[in-house]
């Protein structure tokens, strides 16, 4: 179609406007060049100044004639490196040659999507296990949030993949999980709310009756001042399910910026030190500390516990010296308002995985 088209290794391509495209606007023809290419990247590239004409920068309303030399700078789309492998490290917990355990950082996204189409987990698996570009999403059959850190289970081969999955279906997989609310939780008890999307909302999940059934157990491990430390169980394992399920019991996770209460934090009924310790603190307090499930070549039940993560351990130092308080003086969470919102703020630009996932065969978050 043209004169001469040639491509560097750099990504830069060369090509001369042939003279049965003369009159059109630049973007049009480039368009007709480059039909690989939507007519709005290319125009975005125009205007980025990514594209020249004879050497001079133009606009996509230039008119083209015909032998004109043009050089585009093509810029590679971010989802090219959603399946590449990156030399990324991975905290190994376990690994045989069916199986994979790691325990994944607070930061990490598990699986590619828009806004994180590379450092992710998926991308760490690929580097570690070549062999996991044959296994359909590189063997990962469930996941965590971007900020909850902990335990994860990967299948490396396709055997394997299918009998988690069924484990996950069957809800026999054994998760653990530790969290750190706001407010005194006073006894042990279940969340028994189903989960749907959030219908004013489509990035959050919400108690919704048409949603899907979402169990989780709770168990009160240490109470204090304002803010509670908890053992979670999953007997099922939908998007943010903790996450909500706390919202609900009006006790939302520390640090959450997303179902948390905006400017109820109580600021003033806390010590210095614990101050500093929740601003310093930038992520949902959430952390998966156990996993177990039937081991997918030997059938027998294997179990793996981790340590919990530095930060929450860090939170949970200064929780435990905040000062002693007389019991009348003993704070009641509620969604009444302590505070103005500029005495505390959530960051909320912190990004969300994605959440087309349905189900744990397609990659429900754990929590």
């Given at each position: 179609?043209?004169?001469a088209?040639?491509?560097?290794?750099?990504?830069?391509?060369?090509?001369t406007?042939?003279?049965?495209?003369?009159?059109l606007?630049?973007?049009?023809?480039?368009q007709?060049l480059?039909?690989?290419?939507?007519?709005?990247?290319?125009?975005?590239?125009?205007?980025d100044?990514?594209?020249?004409?004879?050497?001079?920068?133009?606009?996509?309303?230039?008119?083209v004639?015909?032998?004109?030399?043009?050089v585009?700078?093509?810029?590679?789309?971010?989802e090219?490196?959603?399946?590449?492998?990156?030399?990324i490290?991975?905290?190994?917990?376990?690994?045989?040659?069916?199986?994979?355990?790691?325990?994944?950082?607070?930061?990490?996204v598990?699986?590619?999507?828009?806004g994180?189409?590379e450092?992710?987990l998926?991308?760490a698996?690929?580097?570690?296990?070549?062999?996991?570009?044959?296994?359909?999403?590189?063997?990962i059959v469930?996941?965590?949030d971007?900020?909850?850190?902990g335990?994860?289970?990967?299948?490396?081969t396709?055997n394997a993949?299918?009998?988690?999955?069924?484990?996950?279906?069957?809800?026999t997989?054994?998760?653990?999980?530790?969290a750190?609310?706001?407010?005194?939780?006073?006894?042990?008890g279940?969340?028994?709310?189903?989960?749907g999307?959030?219908?004013?909302?489509r990035?959050?999940?919400?108690?919704?009756?048409?949603?899907?059934?979402a169990?989780?157990r709770?168990?009160?491990l240490?109470?204090?001042?304002v803010?509670?430390y908890?053992r979670?169980?999953?007997e099922?394992?939908?998007t943010?399910q903790i996450r909500?399920?706390?919202?609900?019991?009006k006790?939302p996770?520390?640090?959450?910026?997303?179902?948390?209460?905006?400017?109820?934090?109580?600021?003033r009924?806390?010590?210095?030190?614990?101050r500093?310790?929740?601003?310093n603190?930038?992520?949902?307090?959430?952390?998966?500390?156990?996993?177990?499930?039937?081991?997918?070549?030997t059938?027998?039940?294997?179990?793996?516990?981790?340590?919990?993560?530095?930060?929450?351990?860090?939170?949970?130092?200064?929780?435990?010296h905040e000062?002693?308080?007389?019991?009348?003086e003993?704070?009641?969470?509620s969604?009444?308002?302590y505070?103005?919102?500029?005495?505390?703020e959530?960051?909320e630009d912190d990004?969300?995985?994605?959440l087309?996932?349905?189900?744990?065969l397609?990659?429900?978050?754990?929590?």
């Amino acid at each position: 179609m043209t004169d001469a088209t040639n491509q560097s290794q750099d990504n830069s391509l060369s090509l001369t406007i042939p003279h049965d495209l003369g009159g059109l606007r630049l973007d049009v023809a480039l368009q007709r060049l480059l039909p690989e290419h939507s007519r709005s990247r290319l125009q975005a590239w125009i205007k980025d100044g990514l594209v020249t004409v004879d050497a001079q920068a133009s606009t996509s309303k230039t008119k083209v004639w015909g032998g004109e030399h043009v050089v585009v700078e093509v810029q590679v789309k971010p989802e090219t490196y959603a399946f590449k492998a990156q030399d990324i490290p991975l905290d190994i917990v376990y690994e045989d040659d069916h199986i994979l355990v790691v325990n994944k950082p607070a930061g990490m996204v598990v699986h590619p999507a828009a806004g994180n189409w590379e450092g992710t987990l998926l991308n760490a698996l690929l580097f570690h296990a070549p062999q996991l570009h044959d296994v359909p999403r590189a063997g990962i059959v469930h996941r965590l949030d971007k900020d909850t850190s902990g335990l994860l289970v990967v299948a490396k081969t396709l055997n394997a993949q299918t009998h988690l999955v069924r484990q996950l279906q069957a809800r026999t997989v054994k998760r653990e999980y530790r969290a750190i609310v706001w407010g005194q939780l006073w006894r042990n008890g279940t969340v028994d709310q189903p989960l749907g999307r959030d219908p004013r909302s489509r990035t959050k999940m919400a108690i919704n009756r048409m949603g899907k059934p979402a169990v989780t157990r709770y168990e009160v491990l240490e109470r204090f001042s304002v803010q509670t430390y908890l053992r979670c169980n999953l007997e099922t394992g939908r998007t943010h399910q903790i996450r909500v399920h706390m919202q609900y019991l009006k006790a939302p996770l520390v640090g959450d910026p997303v179902y948390g209460y905006r400017g109820i934090v109580p600021i003033r009924a806390m010590t210095q030190t614990l101050r500093d310790a929740v601003s310093n603190f930038h992520r949902q307090a959430l952390h998966a500390i156990k996993l177990g499930l039937i081991h997918p070549a030997t059938n027998e039940f294997m179990e793996w516990q981790i340590e919990l993560a530095d930060d929450m351990k860090v939170l949970l130092e200064a929780m435990r010296h905040e000062d002693a308080r007389d019991d009348e003086e003993e704070f009641e969470f509620s969604t009444e308002p302590y505070l103005a919102d500029e005495d505390y703020e959530y960051d909320e630009d912190d990004e969300l995985d994605d959440l087309d996932d349905d189900a744990d065969l397609d990659l429900e978050s754990d929590d």
